[in-house]
C-alpha cells in the first residue's frame, strides 16, 4: 500500500500537478488534464493522484449529502404542479372571461359564446311514418334495444337518461369525423354537415354533464356505459360506412324515444314522484336559465334539444333517400 502511494505521488510529480489551499479547501490542478475539482466538504475520500477513493463499504453518507438538493428539487417539480399557469414561451394564454354581470365565468368545457336559449315550441310529437325496409329496420331496432334498458334502469328516471346521452353522444362524433375524413379524400366541402354533427355532439355531452350533477352513477354503472359505449361506437361506426342514410333514420328514431324518455321524467316531477331540485350550475350557465331554476327547466330544454336532433337526423336521411349528398342540402347549423 505504501509502494503504491508513493509511486502514485511520484507520478503527481512528474506530471506537474500540484495542491495548493483555497478556502479551506483543496484544489486539484493538472496541466495534462486542463480543468480544476474543488474537493471542499469530502469528508469520506482519500485524494491519491488527484484522484478521490471512497469507502464503498456504505453509500448512506453520500445519500445523506445529496438528499437536501433532492428535496429541493421534489419542492420545485411539486410546486410546479401546482402551478396552473403555462409558461408564456409558446406566447398562449387564455383572456380574462367574464359573465354580463362581471363576475367570472367558471368553465372550462364551454365558452359564453357557445351558449343559447333552447327553444321549447318545437313539436315535440313529430314522428316519422316507416316508409320502405330500411326505415322499418331502423324503428324496430331502436324500439327492441329500449326494452332491455327499460327492464335495467325501470323508473330511474336519471340514470336512464345519463346512460341515454352516452349513447346519444355517438352518432354525431362517428358521422361528423366520417364526413371530415371523406372531404379530405374528395377535396370536397361538406355543406356545413361536418360542424352541424360535431355541434350535435356537444351538445349531446353537455347533456351528459349536467345529468351526472344530478345522479351520482355507481360503479357497475359505469362499467355499463364502457361497455355500450364500446359495442355502439363500433357499430355505428361500421353502419355508417355502409349506409349513411340508414344511420342517420337510426339516429332520428333513436331521437324520437329520448324525447319520449324524457317526457316521462317530466311526468315524475310534477307528479311529485321525483323531486324538483334546484338545477346545477353548469345549466344555468349553458341554457341562460334563471337563477332559480329547478331540475324541471333542466329537463324541458335538454327534451328541446333531442327534439332538434330528431329533425336534423331524419331530415338528412331525407337527403340521401332522395339520391343526393350531404353537402348539396345546406346544414342546420346552430340549430338547437
Known amino acids: 500500500m505504501n509502494r503504491f502511494v508513493l509511486r502514485s505521488v511520484k507520478q503527481c510529480l512528474v506530471n506537474g500537478q500540484r495542491y495548493y489551499g483555497s478556502g479551506g479547501g483543496l484544489v486539484y490542478g493538472s496541466s495534462v488534464v486542463g480543468r480544476s475539482v474543488h474537493l471542499s466538504g469530502q469528508r469520506n ?49 387564455r383572456p ?6 362581471g363576475t367570472v365565468w367558471p368553465w372550462n368545457c364551454f365558452m359564453p359564446w357557445e351558449t343559447y336559449k333552447a327553444d321549447v315550441s318545437i313539436d ?7 316508409k320502405n325496409f330500411l326505415d322499418n329496420l331502423a324503428y324496430r331496432t331502436v324500439k327492441l334495444l329500449r ?4 327492464l335495467f334502469f325501470q323508473r330511474r328516471y336519471g340514470c336512464h337518461a345519463m346512460m341515454l346521452e352516452t349513447v346519444a353522444a355517438v352518432p354525431g362524433m362517428v358521422g361528423g369525423m366520417l364526413l371530415h375524413l371523406k372531404s379530405l379524400r374528395k377535396f370536397q ?22 345529468i351526472v350533477e344530478l345522479v351520482k352513477p355507481k360503479w357497475y354503472e359505469r362499467l355499463l356505459v364502457l361497455a355500450v359505449q364500446g359495442v355502439f361506437f ?17 339516429v332520428g328514431y333513436l331521437e324520437e324515444e329520448a324525447v319520449f324518455s324524457y317526457t316521462e321524467y317530466l311526468e315524475s316531477i310534477e307528479s311529485g314522484e321525483t323531486e324538483n331540485v334546484p338545477a346545477p350550475a353548469i345549466a344555468i350557465d349553458y ?17 328541446a334539444d333531442e327534439a332538434h336532433h330528431r329533425d336534423i337526423n331524419h331530415f338528412a336521411s331525407d337527403i340521401q333517400f332522395q339520391g343526393k349528398e350531404l353537402r348539396e342540402a345546406p346544414a342546420p347549423v346552430g340549430y338547437h
Not at 356545413?192 to 347533456?207: D, Q, V, Y
Open 45 to 93: 475520500g482519500v485524494m491519491f493522484g488527484g484522484f478521490e477513493w471512497r469507502r464503498m463499504m456504505s453509500s448512506a453518507p453520500a445519500s445523506m449529502e445529496k438528499a437536501p438538493s433532492e428535496k429541493k428539487e421534489q419542492e420545485k417539480e411539486e410546486t410546479k404542479g401546482k402551478d396552473i399557469v403555462a409558461s408564456s414561451y409558446w406566447g398562449i394564454s
Open 96 to 101: 380574462t372571461i367574464t359573465r354580463e354581470d
Open 124 to 130: 315535440l310529437k313529430k314522428h316519422h311514418v316507416p
Open 147 to 150: 326494452i332491455p334498458v327499460d
Open 189 to 210: 366541402q361538406s355543406g356545413g354537415w361536418i360542424k352541424a354533427l360535431l355541434e350535435e355532439a356537444e351538445n349531446e355531452r353537455m347533456h351528459l354533464m349536467t
Open 234 to 250: 363500433n357499430g355505428f361506426f361500421v353502419l355508417y360506412l355502409s349506409s349513411p342514410k340508414l344511420a342517420h333514420r337510426f
Open 287 to 303: 341554457w341562460r336559465l334563471p337563477k332559480d331554476a329547478r331540475l324541471k327547466d333542466v329537463i324541458t330544454v335538454i327534451r
